[in-house]
């Protein structure tokens, strides 16, 4: 089943798509502000957004960049009343892959979401490699050689991370503000625990060390071919 997540603030429009949105077969999430909205885009992996721009909490046009910048590449349709051509182009800007000015045909709308997704599955956010150990940014997917290995969001998320800048020293500091990013308030020592968990699924299984400490420092994900992938029983 496809899920979409629907941002509005709106309870009759917000209602209003959902029960359309139900009828078309697609499961449905909705978040009423673009707070909740930004977790649940990160925790729940939709397969595309529907996002209002006047949001409560932090509006559209962040919600969109933030993602982005998390290197989520959910496609994003807005479904906004504001229909001047500035803010089209800070949408799209921003990230989003799709714009309708309200109020739009239903027709119309679920013609743009279903291009949207069959564009998804011919533009899918590149592999990361690093030696055997695979990660699918955008199905978020994990293999060790040919086994794949179940993580949670979090630890999918530190992951990425570390692969997307193999072979560098990345300190705690780096971590938290490219993960957890500027609203985590809690003990930085998080990382460690994520870290000795990652560790748990990607390596030792597997009788690797790809994922280093560097005392002092950080940690730096490389490539460890020493040995071949060999799953514990």
């Not at 925790?43 to 969109?64: A, Q, R, W, Y």
């Not at 072979?167 to 990382?191: C, E, M, Y």
Request: some cysteine; glycine content about 8%; charged content about 30%.
């Amino acid at each position: 089943m496809v899920k979409i997540l629907v941002i509005e603030d709106d309870d009759t429009t917000a209602e209003a798509l959902v029960r359309g949105l139900e009828r078309e077969h697609f499961t449905v999430e909705r978040a009423d502000n673009g707070t909740d909205g930004l977790w649940l885009a990160s925790e729940s992996h939709p397969d595309l957004i529907l996002l209002d721009l006047m949001l409560p909490g932090t509006n559209g046009f962040k919600v969109c960049a933030e993602l982005r910048s998390r290197r989520n590449w959910t496609p994003i349709l807005v479904l906004s009343a504001k229909d001047g051509d500035y803010d089209q182009a800070e949408a799209l800007d921003a990230g989003a892959d799709g714009y309708l000015v309200k109020p739009f045909s239903f027709t119309v709308l679920v013609a743009q979401i279903r291009a949207l997704l069959r564009r998804k599955g011919d533009e899918q956010a590149p592999l990361l490699e690093v030696g055997d150990l695979r990660l699918a940014p955008a199905g978020h997917r994990v293999w060790r050689g040919d086994r794949e290995i179940t993580l949670t969001a979090r630890q999918f998320e530190v992951l990425e991370f570390l692969m997307g800048r193999a072979g560098t020293v990345q300190s705690k500091d780096a971590i938290l503000s490219g993960v957890w990013r500027h609203d985590f308030d809690g003990d930085p020592n998080i990382v460690e625990v994520y870290i000795a968990r990652l560790r748990q699924a990607v390596d030792v299984p597997f009788d690797r060390n790809s994922i280093e400490t560097v005392r002092g420092v950080g940690y730096r994900l490389v490539d460890d071919g020493s040995s071949s992938v060999r799953p514990a029983s």
